[in-house]
């Protein structure tokens, strides 16, 4: 016969296990205003859902008034790349050798591995210079306006290495929701923008 602190335990371990699993299944609306370009017809907006899109990937609603035109693709500042069918940060080494970063250019649909100057992933050359991206140290940042917190970046804008605004996302012992992390860009995703998986296999219009 199990005694009751057994009993006890068993049943705390199938709660925080219901807990965990329920928390997997939700999806987290970002509250921002966004714009019609970032998201159909209906006003239904991108959300960070890690259970069933993959790293690097948001759920993009579709505009069809059903619920299964919902579609994973990259998040900004991230590309597509079609012979692992992933996403990964731009600039970075992603699916590529090492001592290279992957890049996609202003004419091109389809991302590239290119030599990486630095030679070190998370490091880009600006005159002859590595920096690291993300990085606040004043001599290790390029940027101007280091005060408020601009950091060496990709723009999720225009998928260029850029000065961007550092996030702080933080993180608290009694948080219960789990939130895109900072470098996904969620407000200001764009459907079918560059570097997408939809718009590598030209299913954009």
Not at 32 to 50: H, S, T
Not at 96 to 124: A, M, T, W
Not at 147 to 165: I, R, T, Y
Not at 166 to 180: C, F
């Amino acid at each position: 016969m199990i005694n009751i602190n057994t009993r006890f335990l068993l049943i705390a371990v199938l709660i925080a296990l219901i807990g965990k699993v329920a928390r997997a299944q939700i999806a987290f609306v970002e509250d921002q205003d966004i714009d019609k370009r970032k998201a159909n017809l209906a006003g239904r907006k991108p959300l960070y859902l890690p259970a069933r899109c993959p790293k690097h990937q948001l759920l993009y609603p579709g505009d069809q008034q059903k619920q299964n035109d919902w579609v994973c693709d990259c998040a900004p500042a991230t590309l597509y790349y079609p012979e692992t069918d992933a996403c990964y940060p731009a600039y970075r080494q992603g699916p590529c050798e090492p001592g290279q970063i992957l890049v996609l250019y202003k004419e091109r649909i389809i991302p590239e591995c290119v030599r990486n100057p630095c030679s070190r992933d998370g490091h880009f050359m600006i005159r002859d210079t590595c920096y690291e991206f993300g990085n606040t140290k004043k001599e290790q940042n390029p940027c101007p306006h280091q005060e408020a917190s601009f950091v060496l970046g990709v723009n999720p804008s225009n998928l260029m290495v850029d000065c961007v605004k550092l996030s702080v996302q933080l993180e608290t012992r009694i948080s219960d929701t789990e939130e895109a992390p900072p470098e996904y860009y969620v407000d200001v995703a764009e459907k079918c923008a560059r570097g997408s998986r939809l718009m590598a296999q030209g299913k954009c219009p």
